[in-house]
């Protein structure tokens, strides 16, 4: 008999949670263009944090080869040979804590040959232009500072004489990995600030649904209704709202990555990586929909909650 009880109280219970999530949705579709206006605006509220996370994943993307970015290329004098280019790496080997690699002029040829696509149009030189090249990884004691470390051994080499020219391009690098660090630090701010800005407006906006329903309230609360029961279909008319305004901004989201998607691949391009821009995946998707709901259920909450005390300490709903 008890299970049985507290079978059929569950299946009231259900009934009217499904009922009362439905009928909210009703309402909302009831004054659509009021629902439209809100929902239009969280959903800019969340596409703007939406888009810079999706921008700052797809730069994260980019082999930014760490772990050579002290790498320095140095290349020698046309007529320096074999013999000084090993010289100069056995010196570097045997007073420097570095690591090397030695690109002979024939190995240059062959890689600017499959890099830059000419082929055939190289034969004709009759002699190989390109000079001998050293690349040369320092290796910073503990504690050192890699941009001294590269400086010193840059100058060092650069006194030498059988040196034409010493490149090291890695501080665009560090600069590149700073700003995606404080993208990715923007991005959780924005992220904060615009839930913060999405419970507001659903909060305001249902302050307004309840304030228009005030009579309607003050009578259930006179003959005993339950909070849960008075506050059940706000609560599921601001999941709503945050629901379609995630969608919203999934839609937002794509229609403008549709027109950046070209200019940001060209982008990734010009670092040397060649790949799709990738969107958000099917998790992703799922989660930022449910937050959006969350975030409109506890925007509801929050509006519907101050009222219900206002009945119970003043008596009257509207009250200031």
Request: charged share 20%; net charge negative.
């Given at each position: 008999?008890?299970?049985?009880?507290?079978?059929?109280?569950?299946?009231?219970?259900?009934?009217?949670?499904?009922?009362?999530?439905?009928?909210?949705?009703?309402?909302?579709?009831?004054?659509?263009?009021?629902?439209?206006?809100?929902?239009?605006?969280?959903?800019?509220?969340?596409?703007?944090?939406?888009?810079?996370?999706?921008?700052?994943?797809?730069?994260?993307?980019?082999?930014?080869?760490?772990?050579?970015?002290?790498?320095?290329?140095?290349?020698?004098?046309?007529?320096?040979?074999?013999?000084?280019?090993?010289?100069?790496?056995?010196?570097?080997?045997?007073?420097?804590?570095?690591?090397?690699?030695?690109?002979?002029?024939?190995?240059?040829?062959?890689?600017?040959?499959?890099?830059?696509?000419?082929?055939?149009?190289?034969?004709?030189?009759?002699?190989?232009?390109?000079?001998?090249?050293?690349?040369?990884?320092?290796?910073?004691?503990?504690?050192?500072?890699?941009?001294?470390?590269v400086a010193s051994l840059e100058q060092w080499l650069q006194d030498?004489?059988?040196?034409?020219?010493?490149?090291?391009?890695?501080?665009?690098?560090?600069?590149?990995?700073?700003?995606?660090?404080?993208?990715?630090?923007?991005?959780?701010?924005?992220?904060?600030?615009?839930?913060?800005?999405?419970?507001?407006?659903?909060?305001?906006?249902?302050?307004?649904?309840?304030?228009?329903?005030?009579?309607?309230?003050?009578?259930?609360?006179?003959?005993?209704?339950?909070?849960?029961?008075?506050?059940?279909?706000?609560?599921?008319?601001?999941?709503?709202?945050?629901?379609?305004?995630?969608?919203?901004?999934?839609?937002?989201?794509?229609?403008?990555?549709?027109?950046?998607?070209?200019?940001?691949?060209?982008?990734?391009?010009?670092?040397?990586?060649?790949?799709?821009?990738?969107?958000?995946?099917?998790?992703?998707?799922?989660?930022?929909?449910?937050?959006?709901?969350?975030?409109?259920?506890?925007?509801?909450?929050?509006?519907?909650?101050?009222?219900?005390?206002?009945?119970?300490?003043?008596?009257?709903?509207?009250?200031?």
């Amino acid at each position: 008999m008890i299970n049985l009880n507290l079978r059929k109280r569950f299946r009231a219970w259900g009934r009217r949670q499904l009922y009362s999530f439905f009928s909210s949705l009703g309402t909302l579709l009831g004054h659509r263009l009021g629902t439209f206006m809100t929902v239009l605006v969280l959903g800019i509220a969340m596409a703007l944090p939406l888009g810079l996370y999706v921008t700052v994943g797809n730069l994260r993307a980019l082999d930014l080869q760490q772990e050579e970015w002290g790498t320095i290329t140095v290349f020698l004098r046309s007529d320096a040979g074999e013999k000084q280019a090993f010289a100069l790496a056995r010196l570097i080997g045997e007073e420097l804590y570095a690591s090397l690699e030695i690109i002979t002029p024939e190995q240059g040829m062959e890689q600017f040959r499959e890099a830059s696509g000419f082929g055939q149009a190289l034969d004709i030189f009759e002699e190989n232009p390109l000079p001998w090249v050293l690349l040369v990884t320092p290796e910073p004691i503990d504690g050192a500072d890699l941009e001294l470390t590269v400086a010193s051994l840059e100058q060092w080499l650069q006194d030498r004489p059988e040196v034409e020219l010493v490149q090291a391009d890695f501080k665009w690098l560090q600069r590149l990995s700073g700003l995606l660090r404080l993208g990715e630090a923007l991005v959780s701010v924005l992220a904060i600030v615009f839930s913060l800005a999405v419970v507001v407006v659903v909060a305001n906006t249902i302050r307004l649904d309840v304030a228009s329903r005030a009579e309607e309230i003050q009578v259930l609360s006179l003959i005993g209704a339950a909070d849960g029961f008075i506050r059940q279909p706000f609560l599921y008319s601001g999941f709503w709202y945050g629901f379609l305004g995630a969608w919203v901004a999934l839609s937002l989201f794509n229609a403008c990555l549709y027109f950046l998607r070209q200019p940001l691949e060209q982008l990734l391009d010009a670092y040397g990586n060649r790949f799709m821009v990738q969107n958000l995946d099917g998790s992703a998707l799922a989660l930022m929909v449910l937050v959006g709901g969350l975030l409109g259920f506890l925007g509801a909450w929050t509006s519907v909650q101050r009222y219900l005390r206002q009945i119970r300490v003043n008596g009257m709903l509207g009250r200031p």
